[in-house]
């Protein structure tokens, strides 16, 4: 039995059956003839992640830390290393090989790689970057490949014309509501060998892992320990203290050797012999299966990877003329520490407190493989059972999570960093680490840190701790914890985004007290967000300073385009944080502060109703001193419309006013790209704006990806929820099967072709996991509901009794 159809319909989101799930499961099958951009990322929280390429062979890795020139220059070090073209799965029976991948990469010559990191040349500037591949002589390709991705699982199922045919289920353990669990660097590729014919075969069931380059291993001299109980297998390590574990639970001979893609000439030999390269050198591995299968049956080889690179190397300390001047645009770092110009900051992952070795990992994978596989398939049912919200949905929610295992970091309190970091470490993710590497982005995390809150509360508070730590005197919020390169929590940034940067923060913190309902989380923050209000609030200056873009940092979420005076958008958001702090400064009997919030919002709403509003939508901005105005029509105005409602409160703009601007949206933004989404802007006649534009500084027909979620929530709590759905469902069917990213999400996409715009790994897409809580008509707080979707996925994947 297959581990699902094979004859489902091509880029569809299908129902289907399913091993392991008892109903039935959604998704969609790729094949090699249009093949996803990148595969499933096995990994979990903080311990780097390698794909799963649907063609047969590893993708893009973050496995060993690499630090490394960006694939296209001297842009950053972009903390995914660029794959090299090799196959994980081989199979030799009767006189013949199989390589288990897709012709093009076995057969010499060379091919474009799908997930080039974009930025590099501009936004929206495609460079193609194609790989060299080996050619393989006297060994045969799969004839087809069919690929269903399920974050933490990757199915494949292969077709060739070998009488024993193959299908591998490959995880790596993630459960939401478990840190212990989710945190184990390992993965099992589980293969399943079929004997489809009326007598025995006997044949060879081969693996290959290319292991860590010499960066990544912090050294070329490497040594290889063959393990003889059980879990069996090849310890390989570094003097640096990198290595991974490479065994196998089988039926059936075993053998151990050196990669496979050391010697092309290596794989049409497995069923006599692996490679033996100099074990001082070769950090690649490999390991074969030889079994007896008899007619008609089904058995399984499991094989067990566990890898250990605990030390991340961080930012280096720039001398301080590389710093923007005070009057220039750009991110102002601060160094945290006293090392010398040129140091490098080093953290340590946080499984390294829990296991010293590779092996010790492997030991734990191979005790509890069929538990956590069985936990992981449990808490997936219960999102496919989730009847009320559309096949796409569930699908993609699941598969949304893989931006955790790309994204994720989670360090150790060491210096760097402080007291204030222990016993918890700090957790943060990288808003893209591929083409904007930064740690823990605020704006990011206000987009995309709701999957964290719900599942993983202390990991979130954390990273709030963190932003609290490094408030500076005067009250400011960082931007960022690690400036623009290789991961880093002690590099914070300021300036950048200073307008909405405290609003971030409040909302955070709002949301982590609101949806775990602990008010000691409102305690301990309280007078860090009320000191971040106080200085944000002096930086505009009035009248109605609580919708003026501040005289320094001005730059909002938008950063590139043009702002002045008052602004609809980011106004909007700011009088919804001033709604939030008066709450929580009422849950704290700071009376005067509360009122100081309410002025200063009443101020605000009154300005923007009177001095903003056209008749059909808000000004983009207006500036009262020169007369300056932008009537270009903003798509996302509203969004402060939406944030107070799911944060349990009161609307930012008048209800009416709200409802005529989502129709002008409707006829302006939606119209220039109704196939995609909404533009970010449009003229009020509905006709885009000039290239010359400096608002329109992404193109006329570019979109945020979450930004069109949000006004899909707009949507639906102005009552309008097919309106919606659809208009969510559009844009994601864009994103996972026209242009087949559903595990490499961007953040910006062209709304006249459909394609990325800017962006891989964006972890701002995980605001999708938003819209169950949306449709059901739920807040925040609401989320903690028993009968919720939350609270269902936790139940589900707590451990068996």
Request: proline share 8%; hydrophobic share 40%; charged share 20%.
């Amino acid at each position: 039995m297959t581990l699902f159809p094979t004859d489902l319909p091509r880029l569809a989101w299908a129902q289907f059956a399913a091993q392991g799930f008892a109903a039935p499961v959604c998704g969609v099958v790729f094949r090699t003839d249009a093949p996803p951009c990148c595969g499933v990322p096995l990994g979990g929280i903080g311990t780097g992640c390698i794909d799963i390429d649907s063609r047969g062979i590893y993708g893009w890795s973050s496995l060993f830390n690499p630090v490394g020139e960006h694939p296209l220059g001297p842009y950053w070090n972009p903390p995914r290393k660029l794959p090299k073209v090799e196959a994980i799965l081989g199979l030799s029976v009767g006189g013949r090989t199989w390589v288990l991948a897709a012709r093009e990469t076995i057969s010499g010559g060379s091919i474009g790689w799908c997930t080039e990191p974009h930025g590099v040349g501009g936004v929206g500037k495609v460079v193609p970057i194609t790989l060299p591949c080996p050619l393989l002589p006297d060994v045969e390709p799969a004839r087809e490949i069919h690929y269903w991705g399920h974050y933490p699982v990757a199915d494949l199922e292969y077709e060739t014309d070998a009488p024993v045919q193959v299908g591998m289920r490959a995880w790596s353990p993630f459960i939401p509501g478990d840190t212990g669990a989710s945190g184990i660097p390992a993965a099992v590729f589980e293969v399943r060998l079929r004997n489809t014919t009326a007598r025995a075969q006997q044949g060879t069931l081969a693996f290959n892992f290319p292991g860590p380059d010499e960066q990544e291993a912090q050294g070329a001299v490497l040594t290889r320990a063959e393990r003889a109980r059980a879990p069996r297998g090849i310890h390989v390590r570094s003097a640096g203290g990198v290595g991974y574990f490479l065994g196998a639970i089988a039926d059936g001979t075993l053998r151990f050797g050196t990669g496979l893609h050391a010697d092309p000439r290596s794989w049409s030999g497995i069923a006599h012999a692996l490679p033996q390269a100099n074990p001082l050198t070769a950090s690649s591995c490999s390991a074969a299966v030889d079994f007896i299968l008899a007619a008609g049956k089904e058995t399984a080889a499991r094989f067990i990877l566990s890898w250990y690179a605990p030390e991340r190397q961080g930012q280096k300390r720039k001398p301080a003329s590389q710093a923007p001047g005070k009057d220039e645009p750009g991110m102002r770092s601060v160094w945290v520490g006293s090392e010398p110009e040129g140091a490098s900051h080093f953290f340590t992952a946080m499984y390294a407190a829990r296991y010293r070795d590779a092996v010790e990992v492997a030991e734990r994978m191979a005790a509890e493989h069929e538990t956590l596989l069985g936990r992981i398939l449990s808490w997936q049912a219960a999102v496919y059972g989730e009847g009320p919200i559309p096949a796409w949905l569930r699908d993609s929610l699941i598969n949304n999570l893989g931006l955790i295992a790309e994204d994720s970091l989670w360090v150790q309190a060491r210096p760097p960093l402080g007291d204030w970091a222990h016993p918890q470490g700090v957790f943060g993710l990288t808003e893209s680490p591929r083409a904007c590497p930064t740690t823990a982005n605020i704006p990011c995390d206000w987009y995309g840190n709701l999957p964290i809150v719900w599942f993983f509360p202390e990991l979130a508070r954390s990273t709030l701790r963190a932003f609290h730590h490094y408030q500076t005197e005067e009250g400011e919020i960082p931007f960022a914890l690690g400036a623009i390169d290789v991961p880093d929590f002690a590099t914070p940034g300021y300036f950048w985004q200073v307008s909405l940067n405290g609003f971030c923060y409040a909302d955070l913190v709002d949301r982590l007290w609101l949806s775990t309902g602990d008010r000691h989380v409102l305690v301990e923050f309280y007078d860090s967000v009320k000191r971040c209000t106080v200085y944000t609030m002096k930086l505009s200056r009035p009248p109605a300073a609580a919708i003026r873009m501040p005289a320094v940092g001005g730059m909002e979420w938008f950063e590139w385009g043009e702002w002045a005076g008052w602004t609809a958008h980011a106004g909007g958001l700011r009088l919804a944080w001033l709604l939030m702090v008066r709450r929580m400064a009422e849950e704290m009997g700071d009376a005067r502060f509360a009122s100081q919030c309410g002025a200063w919002f009443d101020e605000g709403s009154q300005a923007m109703e009177r001095e903003m509003w056209t008749g059909s939508y808000y000004l983009n901005f207006r500036e009262p001193e020169t007369g300056k105005i932008s009537d270009d029509v903003m798509g996302y105005q509203l969004d402060a419309e939406w944030v107070t409602r799911y944060h349990g409160l009161p609307g930012v703009f008048r209800p009416d006013r709200a409802a005529v601007t989502l129709r002008t949206i409707e006829r302006c933004n939606m119209a220039l790209t109704p196939n995609i989404g909404a533009a970010n802007f449009a003229r009020p006649d509905g006709s885009p704006l000039p290239t010359d534009s400096k608002v329109a500084y992404y193109g006329a027909y570019a979109m945020f990806n979450a930004e069109l979620l949000i006004l899909a929530f707009t949507f639906i709590d102005a009552g309008q929820k097919d309106r919606g759905l659809e208009l969510a469902h559009r844009f994601w069917e864009n994103l996972a099967l026209r242009q087949r990213h559903p595990w490499d999400l961007p953040n910006l996409v062209d709304g006249k072709t459909g394609k990325r715009h800017f962006g891989t790994d964006y972890y701002q897409n995980m605001l999708l996991w938003a819209l169950p809580e949306v449709l059901a008509g739920r807040s925040i707080a609401q989320a903690r509901d028993p009968a919720g979707l939350i609270q269902r996925v936790l139940e589900a994947g707590r451990a068996r009794r």
